[in-house]
């Protein structure tokens, strides 16, 4: 079973840019795809970018597409999201998420069954 802690969150100002990592315990880590899910205050939790077990195929929701870069480290367990010119739209809490089935590409943004605790990103203007 694989378990998920995020980091990296915090307060940046519009136009700034933030990485956030996750951490992933478990040896079957490089077999699961993985995503980045965001919830911002009274809104439901989104999808923001998603890449799979190998690092080959990469997704990302239109609203964060040319901005963040998702990527992962199978030897380090972990998986990042690069975020540049944030927004203030951008503010919500951030979750990594893992995928035990198959996926190839944009049928990444669902399916997720393991998630970590979540991190605060606030950007202000």
């Known amino acids: 079973q694989v378990q998920l802690v995020e980091s990296g969150g915090g307060l940046v100002q519009a136009g700034g840019s933030l990485r956030l990592s996750c951490a992933a315990s478990g ?3 490089s077999s699961y795809a993985m995503a980045w899910f965001r ?3 009274g809104k439901q939790r989104e999808f923001a970018a998603s890449i ?11 609203s964060v597409k040319g ?7 199978n030897a380090k367990n972990t ?6 010119s944030l ?8 979750y990594c998420a893992a995928r035990r089935s198959y ?16 991190t605060q990103v606030t950007v202000s203007s």
């Open 52 to 62: 799979i077990w190998s690092g080959g195929n990469t997704y990302y929701a239109n």
């Open 87 to 94: 927004k203030p739209e951008d503010t919500a809490v951030y």
């Open 27 to 29: 040896r079957t880590f």
């Open 39 to 41: 919830q911002a205050p």
């Open 79 to 84: 998986v990042d999201l690069q975020m540049n």
């Open 103 to 118: 996926c190839r590409a944009d049928d990444c943004n669902a399916g997720y069954d393991i998630w970590g605790q979540g």
């Open 67 to 73: 901005r963040f870069t998702i990527s992962r480290d």
